[in-house]
């Protein structure tokens, strides 16, 4: 997958996830490695997603030597992430997680924390923002996805647009006016993608099949991780099809084409900025991509908040 | 959205945005003022994006030889 993914594009982001990525042993990434750096001339950047309880010295070492990023997931202080991320017979694994954040951070790797927002860490936000401002990690906010495991806990757990916008909204306040602050995204693409135009996040971007794909355990492709399994998204395999067919493909060319098949969108003045947002967050609703992202809502109370908030600080700034 | 920017680098402590060119030094938000001085460096005086056909010829950027950068790599 990686030579074939390097033989035809000349920069490459992998991003390694699961479930979780390290019941892989190290050899599956050394392996990895070795592949890439058969393509010295390429881009080549290793992004990997974790609870972190499998951490271990050895680990940190290769992430040090080949310059790996570590995403941890965190969704709250102690109290908030036992909640929603422990092992299977309960017990906490938050103190594991940080235990790998701190070791990650004296080896200056890059490394910060992915927070999927629900219904039990939803007000909460700006609490464990504190916290991890105080431990110098940066965050970035998810909503949760109707996706994966979260589906068997998606009544439970799952959080509407607009008790979702109202939590963005109220973390960007706090984030917006600190002193020492973290990076926090989407708040800081989502500024660039403000006033630029040019929108870096993926659920916002003129089409993630520009730029995504996901590939299984097996080589089954897909749109992106969110759609794997999804039938009706399987789009081949990385072992048995020409890749940069599969990429070409009529099917991928009408995935990119999504945001002009919505026609809702077009009066917008977000349009831009969103690109009727992410096709799993429609999908997952409607059971149609050609609509709205569910979260629309959401996303119009961020922008105009933080457009509102961005250009009164710009007129202040303004050299006269 | 190639070469469609309303922001725009300048030099290190300026930014251009829409008809107006903004001192990231007045910035007061700690977060606001960081985004923008990635930007900058991330553009350099070298790399920006623009559209030469809408902005004033502003101080110290370069020319129109120099191209969008709207493929430049994003962190």
């Not at chain 1, 009727?276 to 809502?297: E, F, K, P, S, V």
């Amino acid at each position: 997958m990686t030579s074939k993914v390097l033989d035809i594009h000349d920069s490459v982001r992998f991003i390694w996830h699961g479930g979780e990525p390290f019941l892989m042993p190290l050899s599956f990434y050394e392996r990895a490695v070795e592949f890439q750096r058969r393509y010295p001339d390429k881009q080549v950047i290793n992004n990997v997603q974790t609870n972190g309880t499998l951490v271990t010295d050895e680990i940190l070492d290769f992430c040090e030597r080949y310059e790996f990023n570590i995403g941890y997931s965190l969704d709250g202080t102690m109290q908030i992430n036992d909640i929603t991320r422990h092992t299977k017979d309960g017990k906490s694994v938050f103190d594991s997680t940080m235990n790998a954040i701190k070791k990650s951070q004296k080896r200056n790797l890059g490394c910060g924390v992915l927070v999927v927002v629900n219904r039990t860490n939803k007000d909460h936000l700006g609490e464990f923002y504190d916290f991890a401002n105080r431990e110098g990690i940066n965050l970035k906010v998810n909503p949760l996805i109707k996706a994966g495991k979260a589906l068997q806990r998606y009544d439970d757990l799952g959080i509407g647009p607009l008790d979702y916008g109202k939590s963005l909204v109220n973390l960007f306040d706090i984030w917006f006016q600190d002193k020492s602050s973290i990076r926090l995204d989407p708040f800081d693409d989502l500024i660039e993608g403000l006033l630029t135009r040019e929108s870096l996040v993926c659920s916002y971007s003129v089409s993630c099949q520009n730029h995504f794909i996901s590939v299984g355990p097996q080589g089954d492709i897909y749109p992106c991780d969110k759609f794997v399994n999804t039938p009706g998204f399987y789009m081949g395999n990385v072992n048995t099809d020409d890749l940069n067919e599969v990429l070409t493909s009529e099917r991928r060319m009408w995935l990119r084409d999504r945001a002009n098949r919505i026609h809702e969108c077009l009066p917008c003045e977000y349009r831009p900025i969103c690109n009727a947002g992410c096709m799993h967050n429609a999908y997952m609703q409607t059971g149609d991509i050609d609509t709205r992202d569910y979260y629309c809502a959401s996303y119009k109370l961020l922008f105009s908040h933080v457009k509102k908030m961005v250009e009164a600080e710009l007129v202040k700034a303004e050299v006269k | 959205m190639p070469c469609d920017s309303l922001l725009r680098y300048i030099d290190s402590r300026h930014v251009g945005y829409n008809d107006k060119i903004i001192d990231i030094e007045r910035i007061e938000s700690p977060a606001l003022a960081r985004v923008l001085r990635n930007y900058a460096e991330a553009r350099g005086p070298m790399r920006y994006t623009h559209n030469w056909n809408n902005w004033p010829n502003w101080p110290n950027t370069p020319g129109p030889d120099f191209p969008c950068d709207s493929n430049f790599p994003r962190r």
